[in-house]
């Protein structure tokens, strides 16, 4: 077999190739229906809308349409997993339909974001988005279920897969990272509306060709298709039936749906939350999100740890319940519960439940490839049959029913209600404004309903998954899902069960999980840095951001300077306008020495924010 992944950077590079299609997916999910319909994100003018107040598509028909589109994203997998898993070219099997339907996913991505049909043309702009949407959908399904196909294959171990798997829940991390953090910053800094910015992003689709240079197959390398192992082919309904029969496969997809209907609820409804529902700007959001994404490596590293010791059942498990734990705190921190004017409080809430979430949320990521390569790869070796890319299809099409549920059907009716404390029922409306002249009452007093029901509804299904985990084996080792296969096919021979191998070296070094975590939050970080250091600049004419800004961010140690000058440029204002410094030069030098790089130095950080609050405020 050849050896695709023959080093760390290599395995990096291939965890990477999938970045730009998910970063751009991801960004669609989060914004675009509110893009197209601003009901949720409250009465004032946002980037976040294509236009502020605008509603582009017809809200009663869009979200059957759209969800239609989802299931047929799903669907479409099925077909298209057995392209790719039975294909067999001079270029091997995964490769071709990856270049093939690269350039129709940018176009079709971009073409989605364009109402052609402008403010009056709504039922135009629904059947446009609705055709282009389901372009979209194919080309990207068709993309990411070859690459996600040749992992069975490229890597060679369980611990290799377990290594890769981690290293893209990182880059998928970062997706999030930079979807929920920083997109809210640039929009705001730039005065750019997301629909631009979606445009702007196009460029990133293209690391999706790292993977034909890296999969190690076709004519060249006599693999899988010439001299290589030769492996019994099979109809789709064959593969089909072996995958939904595949008891242990369905134990894991019973507990993924349920995974997927509250991660798809909270993701297409985190941005409303955060900025319709606590009313938060998007430096508040990037410091939620620093608590929620930059812990992800340190929590994959203990997620390992813990799986090694008690299994993956008992590790995913915990899982589920720190999420359920922390989607709470998006109500209990909500401006309905706290009210306008406490946003410590709301920040503290925010910043313990994205801890906690964290927690789960490389998991998230990990499992839904760890757990179908797993099961693919010892099946192949046990019966040689090669079918990896329809227990991916099979993952997809389930969540995608399911998402096109939470995200489409529920959510995006249930963000069309809207409730008051200063009158009794509830009233549908297409934004803050309607509903407010419904209710009789000012905009201030109407909070959007939807936000306030995701939590519990996402709380609800993180427990069922729960519940339902009891079925699934303790663990996915080869040797455990060998003896599950056994149980299913008695022929089947697993007493000589090829032992992987990992040349590359066992498990995770925790160092490069530390590493991973520091950028994590390093982008974060880098972003509050900017927006601090501008506001200082804002209050104190005389001081240099950029070069401070740079300093602290990329030297160790220069964090002491940058801090002491932005301390004591920022004491010189306060003099002025008589307001009481917080901290001192001290604790800004001990905390820049403890944590040398300044963008995770958040003693630092909170220390000069909450000057320039009193400032700003003064």
Request: glycine residues 8%.
């Amino acid at each position: 077999m050849v050896k695709s992944l023959d080093s760390r950077g290599k395995e990096l590079l291939f965890s990477l190739s999938g970045f730009g299609p998910n970063f751009l997916m991801v960004l669609m999910g989060a914004y675009y229906t509110d893009a197209i319909n601003p009901a949720a994100l409250g009465s004032g003018n946002t980037f976040q809308a294509i236009m502020s107040g605008t509603c582009f598509i017809l809200p009663a028909i869009f979200p059957i349409l759209y969800a239609i589109g989802k299931v047929f994203d799903g669907i479409i997998d099925i077909p298209f997993a057995h392209i790719t898993d039975t294909l067999s070219t001079k270029w091997g099997r995964r490769r071709p339909p990856i270049a093939i339907c690269l350039i129709p996913m940018i176009v079709s991505y971009a073409l989605c974001w364009i109402p052609v049909g402008g403010p009056q043309g709504q039922l135009l702009n629904t059947i446009w988005v609705f055709f282009w949407s389901l372009v979209f959908f194919a080309t990207y399904t068709m993309c990411l279920i070859s690459f996600y196909g040749s992992l069975s294959t490229t890597c060679n171990s369980e611990s290799q897969r377990l290594r890769v798997s981690g290293y893209k829940s990182f880059f998928d991390t970062i997706s999030y990272c930079l979807v929920y953090a920083l997109v809210p910053l640039l929009l705001d800094a730039m005065k750019m509306h997301i629909d631009k910015f979606a445009l702007m992003g196009l460029p990133l689709m293209l690391t999706m060709i790292i993977p034909l240079f890296l999969i190690k197959e076709g004519e060249k390398y006599g693999y899988p298709e010439n001299e290589g192992m030769k492996e019994e082919k099979i109809t789709i309904w064959q593969s089909l039936k072996l995958t939904f029969s595949n008891k242990l496969f369905m134990s894991w997809t019973f507990v993924n749906c349920c995974t997927y209907f509250g991660l798809q609820m909270f993701l297409v409804g985190m941005n409303a939350m955060i900025v319709g529902g606590m009313g938060m700007n998007g430096l508040q959001m990037a410091i939620l999100n620093t608590c929620a994404f930059a812990p992800v490596p340190i929590m994959l590293y203990l997620f390992n740890k813990l799986k090694a010791k008690k299994g993956v059942r008992f590790t995913y498990q915990t899982c589920l319940l720190a999420f359920a734990v922390a989607i709470l705190s998006f109500f209990f921190g909500s401006l309905y519960v706290i009210g306008p004017n406490n946003k410590g409080l709301q920040m503290l809430i925010g910043c313990i439940g994205g801890v906690s979430g964290s927690w789960a949320i490389g998991s998230f990521f990990m499992m839904p490839y760890l757990v179908p390569s797993q099961i693919s790869s010892v099946e192949e070796k046990l019966t040689g049959r090669n079918h990896s890319a329809m227990y991916f299809a099979a993952n997809a099409v389930t969540t995608s029913i399911v998402g096109a549920i939470s995200g489409s059907l529920v959510y995006e009716n249930i963000k069309m209600l809207f409730i008051s404390k200063g009158a009794s029922g509830v009233v549908y409306a297409t934004n803050a404004a309607e509903a407010a002249s419904k209710f009789g009452l000012d905009t201030s007093n109407v909070f959007n309903l939807g936000t306030l029901m995701v939590p519990f509804i996402v709380c609800i299904v993180c427990i069922l998954g729960v519940i339902l985990a009891f079925r699934m084996p303790k663990d996915f080792s080869p040797e455990l899902v060998a003896k599950e296969l056994k149980k299913m096919d008695p022929s089947l021979d697993i007493s000589n069960i090829p032992v992987d191998v990992d040349e590359n070296g066992k498990g995770e070094f925790l160092p490069v999980m530390v590493g991973l975590s520091i950028l994590s939050g390093f982008i974060f970080g880098f972003i509050w840095t900017a927006y601090l250091f501008k506001s200082v600049r804002e209050q104190a004419k005389s001081f240099k951001a950029k070069l401070a800004w740079l300093l602290g961010c990329l030297i160790p140690f220069g964090g002491i300077i940058s801090a002491i000058k932005a301390f004591d440029a920022l004491k010189a204002e306060a003099d002025k306008k008589g307001v009481k410094m917080t901290g001192n030069k001290a604790v800004l030098t001990i905390s820049c020495i403890i944590l040398p790089i300044l963008p995770v130095n958040l003693i630092a950080l909170c220390i000069l924010q909450k000057n320039v609050n009193k400032l700003l405020e003064a």
